[in-house]
């Protein structure tokens, strides 16, 4: 059964960091293209972030020099480490595995929606 459990959001002052991690279970994450996106409260979910199986990256332009994504293939997890934060960046954080992706643009989502990890960004 393909589960996602995110973690490592928080509340941090604008300028901060934060580092979030996806331990994946069901499925192995080096297999699919990995994604990282985030709901705002009102708003629809947006795509942040993805790694392809080739290790290739793309990144919302809003987020693009501030925020990394990356996996451990050995611990079967993703991350997303977030620099320079800013109150725009406020928002439930989701990863999602990919049967289908197209860099920054399509993701055909493997499985449920975890919880998610709330970051919360003040000024």
């Known amino acids: 059964q393909v589960q996602l459990v995110e973690s490592g959001g928080g509340s941090v002052q604008a300028g901060g960091s934060l580092r979030l991690s996806c331990a994946a279970s069901?499925?192995?994450?080096?297999?699919?293209?990995m994604t990282w996106w985030r709901q705002a409260p009102g708003k629809p979910r947006e795509l942040v972030s993805g790694?392809?199986?080739?290790?290739?990256?793309a990144y919302r332009d809003s987020v693009k020099g501030r925020f990394t994504i990356s996996r451990d293939d050995s611990k079967n997890t993703l991350y997303l480490q977030m620099d320079s934060l800013k109150t725009e960046d406020t928002a439930v954080y989701h990863c999602?595995?990919?049967?289908?992706?197209?860099?920054?643009?399509?993701?055909?989502?493997?499985?449920?929606w975890g919880e998610g990890t709330q970051v919360t960004v003040s000024s």
């Open positions: 999602m595995g990919c049967q289908v992706y197209i860099a920054g643009q399509y993701c055909q989502t493997l499985g449920l």
């Open positions: 069901g499925f192995i994450v080096s297999n699919y293209a």
């Open positions: 790694i392809d199986t080739d290790d290739s990256t």
